[in-house]
């Protein structure tokens, strides 16, 4: 099984429903993100989180939401999608082990993805 | 804010070949150094990573990467390419002074196709 689960792989919905992705990983790590891919564009930050109390907004926050209901699971929702939405979402999660030295800093350990199509 | 440039979108090689993924970032000081890979329809996957001391990293598939400093680069380098490297690569750069707490900043790719 993987170590970061997304649900649902794929989904196609239409304008103004609301969706959620879910993201859950079995790797013990504090810190979860969301990523969205676009071609031609990279990965962009949504949201991350440190742990259940801490959320913080990435670069491209507007018209998402997040929530961290565990340690293990961190959920992305669009509450109104919108066809510019369309994309490939991403979950990921870091550990830095020992601080800012450590071997393991700053690297990211990522989802299968989330291909979103809304109509 | 840190940020990283991907000049190639699009490199065509042939089988066999040399290959060199260019990379540069913007950040100011020694950032956390990142080459990503992803197939077609799968998620991304670790190639190598530099945080400190040699320059010069080896990472998994038989690519390296050269840290140079005075070039703000990080190129991504394979001496013989092979059909199933064809896929996206993308560079990413880390806060070192939050130990990465804000996840990485990503280049917007280089794809790769590989020519029989």
């Known amino acids: 099984d993987a170590d970061v689960t997304q649900t649902p792989r794929n989904r196609i919905t239409k304008t103004g429903k609301r969706i959620m992705l879910e993201c859950s990983q079995t790797k013990g790590h504090d810190r979860m993100y969301w990523y969205r891919q676009d071609p031609g564009l990279g990965l962009r930050l949504i949201y991350y989180s440190f742990d259940v109390k801490d959320i913080n907004k990435g670069e491209i926050s507007d018209g998402y939401s997040v929530s961290r209901q565990a340690q293990a699971k961190f959920s992305l929702s669009l509450e109104s999608a919108i066809p510019n939405q369309t994309a490939l979402y991403f979950c990921?999660?870091?550990?830095?082990?020992?601080?800012?030295?450590?071997?393991?800093?700053?690297?990211?350990?990522f989802g299968e993805g989330s291909r979103l199509t809304v109509l | 804010a840190q940020s990283v440039t991907q000049p190639d979108i699009h490199i065509t090689v042939s089988e066999g070949a040399s290959l060199e993924l260019r990379c540069n970032y913007s950040?100011?000081?020694?950032?956390?150094l990142f080459w990503y890979v992803q197939s077609p329809g799968q998620g991304l996957q670790l190639l190598l990573k530099y945080f400190s001391g040699d320059t010069l990293v080896q990472g998994i598939k038989g690519f390296e990467a050269e840290f140079k400093r005075s070039q703000s680069s990080f190129n991504l380098r394979k001496p013989s390419v092979h059909w199933s490297d064809a896929a996206e690569y993308f560079c990413a750069v880390g806060d070192r002074s939050g130990g990465g707490a804000d996840g990485l900043t990503f280049g917007k790719g280089t794809h790769l196709i590989i020519q029989p």
């Open positions: 990921a999660t870091s550990d830095p082990g020992g601080g800012t030295s450590g071997i393991l800093a700053g690297e990211l350990f």
């Open positions: 950040y100011g000081a020694t950032p956390y």
